[in-house]
């Protein structure tokens, strides 16, 4: 079509061009039977579950989808019988944003412990920037597992949170007893 808009319950398309494809038989060899024709209409009404808002959703990247819009497309896509997995781990991902800035500030701990003094700055905030990007790395990892394993949507994006997390803690009771 060369253009549309939205009436609430689907689309109007103007100048649109239908084109009609032969049945398929059920079988592969046997040839298909019929032509292919195109026909012209100049108004088109179109009936869709597709909204404005589900189709600028379907061209924005996941991770750059807020999550009332992550989980109305997961939604229109679990109504359409569509595959959710990605969708659902970069909804979770978001969902533990907040923890992860405590889980930052937790892993930062040991670092701003030690003595200042004792020289080796640069070597400590070369560490701290390892173990950030460490972390980064790692929710990515997890992120991109989460799709591929069985294992819930929701344990695989806090499961890094929870590995720094301790790994923080065991890093401030090594400092502490030394």
């Known amino acids: 079509a060369e253009s549309g808009r939205w009436t609430g319950t689907g689309w109007e398309l103007t100048n649109a061009v239908i084109i009609h494809y032969p049945a398929v038989t059920a079988t592969k060899d046997a040839p298909q039977q019929g032509s292919v024709t195109t026909e012209h209409v100049d108004a088109l009404k179109l009936t869709s579950t597709v909204n404005p808002d589900i189709l600028s959703v379907m061209t924005t990247k996941p991770d750059r989808m807020s999550m009332d819009e992550l989980n109305r497309f997961i939604e ?81 994006a806090a499961l890094p949170s929870i590995l720094m997390c301790f790994a923080a803690a065991l890093s401030l009771w090594w400092l502490e007893r030394r």
């Open 76 to 156: 229109h896509l679990d109504q359409v019988h569509q595959d959710t997995e990605h969708y659902v781990s970069v909804f979770w991902s978001k969902a533990f944003y907040p923890f992860i800035c405590l889980v930052m500030l937790a892993v930062a701990m040991p670092f701003a412990y030690m003595n200042a003094r004792s020289g080796g700055m640069a070597v400590k905030i070369f560490c701290g920037v390892l173990v950030g990007i460490a972390f980064y790395a790692l929710n990515n990892i997890f992120l991109y597992l989460s799709v591929l394993s069985s294992m819930p949507p929701a344990l695989m």
